[in-house]
């Protein structure tokens, strides 16, 4: 039987909200399509990968920013936005991997504890590739942890069986845009980027195809370029 497909779409470097829309017409694509179980040939959804062009700050479905911290922030020159995302507050900005699956998980065979465990599983064998063996999920918390060091956050939305958003994985991110919150609401937990783990400057474009490599594998799926995003 022929793996399910997914429409691969690199967007480059471009505004956070340029993502969030183009995620949005494919949610409603999506949803305004027949469910229907994994069987040969079918089309699951859409990867959007992207590098945020600048900062932005973004909470999720539990909050994590008062109004106040919202006004300290833009005033450090970020974007701000609450998202539909599960998860507490994080960062965004240049040197970011972003990954937004847009997935119909019935047609991957998948349920939504599956797909967060093959979203940690992809960045944990991306970290391996690049030569970072220590990896590892660290449970009960979501993400991908070096130590007590995050180098990469996930959050995601799941309605009707479709999800959003995704996974933000630190290549050469200025970390500094970090000590003005409590990423994701952990107290006393650091967080990373391949650049600083392996003492050179990591890119987005770096570690794109080993990360699609890893899509592949670990979502059991085959991708389909696409040239444009709509």
Not at 28 to 53: K, M, V, W, Y
Not at 124 to 139: I, K, N
Not at 178 to 193: A, K, M, Q, R
Not at 216 to 223: D, F, S, V
Request: charged share 20%; with cysteine; net charge positive.
């Amino acid at each position: 039987m022929r793996q399910p497909a997914v429409r691969l779409l690199r967007l480059g470097r471009v505004p956070y909200a340029e993502l969030l829309g183009l995620q949005d017409r494919w949610l409603r694509r999506l949803q305004a399509e027949p469910g229907t179980e994994a069987s040969s040939g079918t089309e699951a959804g859409a990867l959007l990968l992207c590098e945020p062009a600048g900062p932005v700050y973004t909470a999720g479905l539990r909050g994590g920013l008062t109004p106040e911290e919202t006004a300290r922030l833009r005033a450090l020159g970020a974007e701000v936005r609450v998202t539909g995302r599960g998860g507490l507050a994080t960062f965004h900005g240049p040197g970011q991997l972003l990954c937004h699956p847009v997935l119909d998980l019935r047609r991957l065979g998948l349920r939504l504890r599956m797909h967060v465990a093959a979203l940690e599983a992809c960045a944990v064998r991306l970290c391996e590739l690049q030569g970072l063996q220590d990896a590892a999920r660290s449970p009960p918390y979501t993400g991908v942890w070096l130590d007590d060091r995050k180098i990469c956050a996930i959050g995601v939305r799941c309605g009707r069986h479709i999800t959003s958003h995704g996974l933000a994985l630190n290549c050469s991110t200025d970390l500094t845009w970090f000590e003005h919150i409590v990423p994701c609401g952990l107290v006393g937990t650091g967080v990373t980027s391949l650049s600083k783990e392996l003492q050179r400057h990591v890119t987005v474009d770096e570690v794109m195809p080993p990360f699609l490599v890893a899509f592949k594998e670990i979502y059991k799926c085959t991708l389909i370029s696409e040239d444009s995003p709509n």
